[in-house]
Nanobody, 122 residues
Framework: QVQLVESGGGLVQAGGSLRLSCAAS????????MAWFRQAPGKEREFLTA???????YYATSMKGRFTISRDNNKNTVTLQMNGLKPEDTAVYYC????????????????WGQGTQVTVSS
């Protein structure tokens, strides 16, 4: 079992930045793919970015350049730095993990955090 806890969400003005963190506990963290998704009301869960145990990063095309993912295997944490936030970035942001190779699909992820709300005002 892996437990994930997100933090760092909140209210920010358009153009601002937020840094989300996800703390993992339980089974070996370093061998897992860590990912961030988000879900806005009435929309499907959307892939944002992921990072493999090797450090290789994957980004949704629309997020590249604004969002940056990083991980610290010693501290069992993964972070999402979000810059240039827009009102359309408003959503609940989720951290997720899976063993094995990377996937864009949320259905392939085994463990999820409870989510953290990000609200971007215009």
């Amino acid at each position: 079992q892996v437990q994930l806890v997100e933090s760092g969400g909140g209210l920010v003005q358009a153009g601002g930045s937020l840094r989300l963190s996800c703390a993992a506990s339980g089974r070996t963290f370093s061998s897992y793919v860590m990912a961030w998704f988000r879900q806005a009301p009435g929309k499907e869960r959307e892939f944002l970015t992921a990072i493999a145990w090797s450090g290789e990063r994957y980004y949704a095309t629309s997020m590249k350049g604004r969002f940056t993912i990083s991980r610290d295997n010693n501290k069992n944490t993964v972070t999402l730095q979000m810059n240039g936030l827009k009102p359309e970035d408003t959503a609940v942001y989720y951290c997720a993990t899976r063993s094995g190779s990377f996937s864009y699909s949320p259905s392939w992820y085994d463990y999820w955090g409870q989510g953290t709300q990000v609200t971007v005002s215009s």
